[in-house]
């Protein structure tokens, strides 16, 4: 049986690095390139010509010799015209002007493009029509308006290096070198298990002493959002041989990740730490933190096992702090840490047990600055904290207390969504 006295209480950062310890990217596949989104690449990725492939305008004007651009107002004879995706053949002579259209490639001969609104001009769309003319208003400098072939990218070169993750941006480059697909790390496959008698289905009746199953949901969403796949497994009630069958159950979906929630700390029916020292084996039990003390992690048949605690926000909590970065190895990615601010205390904080405290806060810009109040109730299990919450005010282990105006590291939640607020 597991004992309190034999696992000792951990930091949050000696329980990530051991869990991390246990973790490896998966292995590559080959996916459609809008699919790569927020993946992680495992090869490099080279270009394949010259991006942009040919000297081309970058606005619509005037090809032009800058040579010929001396002297006041020149007026210089409009020989023809070309659109992007066209080619103009043959050679802009001396005293002579092509008109160009975005893109479209520049005629040998020419080394500048005069705007359109620099110009006044005598001709059709199409120019080249005998008397057709424009006339220089303003002369740009020698190059202006060109975009060279291969400033961008050079061929052979590595545009996208293994290891990076794949952004809006990076999907582009993809397509600007002709790949369809990407070869990227899988995305690990997370089981995830609530546990407990209490527990009801979300079409269920409320009833006496039940609860409604919030943590198969929200670690599951954690899951998405962190860029893995849920494998969301029926609710395992407090008996040994149920938790024992879900568990296996995990292993022959191929699980690369089990989640648990509940069942993990030191009561008569707390048997998920009991299950994983039989059937695996249990690393750790404990971290100093609140909410999440009671936390387990360990190794089932060589999967990762992590054990969170039953109330819903101690859960979500843990999950992020230990089950994301575990997600976000396996899929390549070399950081994993959620973006943190500066913050002001709105009150005094009093915290005596010697724990890292994790408080639920809302954040505003304020006259001092970006000010950090609490959300209100601080609770395990009072999920509104986490739904009004912008960040996560750390209260490190050696502060008992700390007074308004202090200044805190909050995680962001949201960060998108508290910038623009």
């Known amino acids: 049986m597991a004992t309190r006295d034999a696992y000792p209480t951990l930091s949050v950062e000696e329980a990530r690095a051991r869990i991390l310890e246990h973790v490896r990217p998966l292995e590559a596949e080959g996916v459609p390139i809008l699919e790569a989104l927020g993946r992680v690449l495992c090869q490099d990725v080279l270009a394949d010509a010259p991006i942009p492939p040919h000297n081309n305008s970058a606005m619509d004007g005037y090809a032009v010799r800058h040579a010929d651009l001396m002297g006041e107002a020149p007026r210089l004879p ?48 199409d120019g080249g029509a005998e008397g057709d003319w424009v006339v220089i208003r303003r002369a740009p400098r020698a190059g202006s308006n060109v975009r060279l072939a291969g400033e961008d990218v050079q061929p052979g070169s590595v545009v996208l290096s293994a290891g990076q993750a794949l952004g809006p941006a990076e999907i582009g480059m993809l397509a600007s070198v002709g790949q369809a697909q990407a070869r990227v790390y899988r995305r690990p496959r997370v089981a995830v298990l609530a546990t407990g008698d209490e527990i009801l289905p979300l079409d269920a009746p409320p009833a006496p002493g039940k609860i409604r199953n919030i943590n198969s949901y929200a670690n599951a969403a954690q899951v998405l959002e962190a860029g893995g796949e849920p494998l969301v497994l029926e609710v395992a009630p407090d008996r040994a041989d149920s938790l024992v069958e879900r568990l296996r159950r995990a292993v022959a979906l191929g699980a690369d990740l089990i989640v648990t929630s509940g069942g993990v700390s030191v009561g008569d029916f707390d048997l998920v730490k009991e299950v994983l020292a039989s059937e695996g084996a249990i690393d750790f039990w404990w971290v100093n933190m609140k ?58 904080i009093r915290r005596k047990d010697g724990r890292r405290h994790y408080l639920r806060v809302h954040l505003a810009q304020e006259a001092k600055g970006l000010t950090a109040r609490l959300t209100g109730d601080q609770g395990s299990g009072i999920l509104t904290s986490m739904v009004v919450a912008d960040g996560l005010a750390v209260i490190p282990e050696t502060c008992d207390h700390l007074a308004a105006d202090s200044l805190v590291d909050v995680i962001l939640l949201h960060p998108g969504e508290f910038w623009s607020a």
């Open 291 to 348: 909410p999440g003390k009671p936390m387990a992690f360990g190794l089932l048949r060589g999967i990762p096992l992590l054990a969170l605690p039953g109330n819903p926000v101690a859960a979500m909590l843990s999950f992020m702090l230990f089950g994301r970065p575990a997600v976000h190895k396996m899929l390549g990615r070399r950081a994993w840490e959620l973006p943190t601010v500066q913050a002001r205390l709105a009150e005094a």
């Open 78 to 125: 409009v020989i023809g015209y070309v659109a992007a995706g066209a080619v103009w053949e043959g050679t802009l002579r001396p005293g002579q002007a092509l008109r160009i259209m975005t893109g479209a490639p520049m005629p040998a001969g020419a080394d500048t493009v005069v705007r359109f609104e620099d110009t006044d001009a005598k001709g059709g769309a």
